[in-house]
């Protein structure tokens, strides 16, 4: 046995996996569920074999999910609906023009697409989708719409960036983006406001309070009902 900050017992087998809808994780007002901690586990998993499942989770915790919310509590729903049904619209025409980058690159650069001066890797702190997706794809190859946490994507990875001394390789990436918010220096806000919440105590399942508590400044069970 070991012993939480809560003076709660841990038992040394972990109990069995929370259900889907299961609330496994509380960061101050913010909840998560089994669903959302584990949603990018195996392809985060697989870009680096190796991070430990409770680093990938803390990470997807205050880098994807605590933005993610923060991000959907300030978005008027409206602009995002707007954005995903331009994305879509694109995707479309792209698909009904060969559906290739350089028809990408004709519908695209009008709308504000570029490629990326720098290599997108797997682990990309801002946009797990957008990573899943340009690694799905073969060099070329176009995606569909791609609905992230800040906005929509239509995007094609150019080139292969080899990986130095080990490391995994990256993509460039000719991306279209249609962002959720009008609001210049949004992003920023967001982040800024999530940093906070790393300040916050972490309450989480007890399957999951050994490999988190390395990790969190202040952690403690999660009470069950």
Known sequence: MITSACDKEVSS???????????????????FTQAELDEDLPFLEKADP??????????????????RRL????LDPRDVAE????AEELALAVKSAGGDLE???????????????????RTNDLEVAAARATFGLQIGEVSGAVHGIW?????????????????????????????YSPESGFRSRILAEAETYKKEPLEVHSRYFRELRPLATEIRILPTN
Do not use: N, W
């Not at 991000?71 to 300030?74: L, R, T």
């Not at 954005?83 to 331009?86: E, F, G, L, S, T």
């Not at 960036?161 to 390789?169: K, N, Y």
């Open 13 to 31: 087998t972990p109990p069995a996996v929370p259900a889907p809808d299961e609330i496994v994780a509380r960061i101050g007002d913010l909840e």
């Open 50 to 67: 190796s991070l430990s499942k409770g680093y990938i989770r803390y990470y997807v915790l205050m880098q994807v999910l605590v933005p």
């Open 71 to 74: 991000i959907a509590k300030a």
């Open 83 to 86: 954005a995903r049904q331009k």
């Open 103 to 121: 028809s990408l690159k004709r519908h695209g650069d009008a709308l504000g697409g570029k490629e990326s001066p720098f290599p997108l890797f």
């Open 151 to 179: 906005g929509s994507y239509v995007l094609s990875p150019t080139r292969v960036v080899p990986g130095v001394a080990g490391s995994a390789d990256s993509r460039t990436v000719y991306t279209v983006f249609f962002p």
